[in-house]
């Protein structure tokens, strides 16, 4: 049997698409020939284009705020709609807030959980409810982060969120891998995107976050794609509940 990375034919949900790593997994999981459904607050332009002049997969915008559960049934149904089917769904949207423990407010504490988990919970419960009313296979993949294995300094919703979300994968995955769903979680080294603008713009974090990566620089996004598509194709199969880092070999160090 042939190993297959090919998505065509499949369906994918990707929020936080409109930038950054969510825009990178879109425009990956389209080349290898998904249908990809852009889900997010901000316009779609740039990634339909992108996708558009990628090649393979088409794509449909719908807008969802993620910090209330609102969009939920409306984020699949709308999909379903359009192509009669959800088969991959990229929990990818996420926020971050910085500012040491001592002074962290309820409202960094709550905006951070509410986007990163409890939507994500929710989102995904959803795309495995209509899956398992049809029986059929699927893929959830939830963009984690190094903050799922060390604790980070200044940004304690973060890091409660991604250790949060690497669990809740291993948790799905025991409840769902039985039923042909197969959730696993990638962790994002260091990137090039807003949500890192921060370190990059401080010479001394960035001298020092350089400094740890073996492979010598600041991820691109597009060096995420190859994770994703592996995770949402058939290659991945028999893949269940991982936390895979593509990180430069920051953990290794
Ligand atoms: P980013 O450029 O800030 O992208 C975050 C995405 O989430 C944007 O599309 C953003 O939309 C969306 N989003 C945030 N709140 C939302 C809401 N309420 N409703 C709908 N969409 C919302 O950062 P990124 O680096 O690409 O982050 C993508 C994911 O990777 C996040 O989960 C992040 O934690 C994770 N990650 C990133 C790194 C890194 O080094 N960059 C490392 C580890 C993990 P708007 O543009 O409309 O705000």
Not at 63 to 83: G, H
Request: hydrophobic share 45%; charged share 20%.
């Amino acid at each position: 049997m042939a190993v297959s990375f090919d998505l065509t034919g499949k369906t994918a949900i990707v929020t936080g698409a409109n930038t950054g790593l969510g825009q990178a997994i879109a425009v990956a999981l389209a080349g290898a020939g998904a249908d990809v459904a852009l889900v997010g607050r901000s316009s779609m332009a740039d990634t339909e284009a992108a996708v558009a002049k990628a090649g393979g997969g088409r794509s449909l915008s719908i807008q969802a705020d993620l910090s209330t559960l609102e969009p939920v049934e409306r984020v699949i149904s709308e999909t379903v709609d359009w192509t009669g089917r959800a088969d991959i769904l990229v929990n990818n949207a996420g926020i971050i807030r910085r500012a040491d423990a001592i002074d962290f407010t309820e409202a960094d504490w709550d905006a951070v959980m509410d986007v990163n988990l409890k939507t994500v919970f929710f989102l995904s419960q959803a795309f495995a409810r209509q899956l398992i009313g049809k029986g059929e296979r699927g893929k959830i993949i939830n963009i984690a982060s190094l903050l799922s294995f060390q604790g980070g300094i200044r940004i304690p919703s973060y890091t409660a969120s991604k250790s949060g979300l690497a669990g809740l994968t291993r948790l799905l995955a025991c409840e769902w891998a039985g039923k042909g769903i197969n959730v696993n979680a990638i962790a994002p080294g260091y990137f090039s995107t807003n949500n890192t603008e921060a370190l990059r713009n401080d010479p001394d974090r960035n001298a020092a976050i350089l400094g740890r990566i073996p492979a010598g620089h600041w991820g691109e996004p597009e060096e995420l794609g190859g994770a994703a598509v592996f995770l949402a194709a058939p290659a991945s199969d028999y893949v269940h509940g991982i936390v895979l880092p593509v990180d430069g070999g920051w953990l290794a160090r």
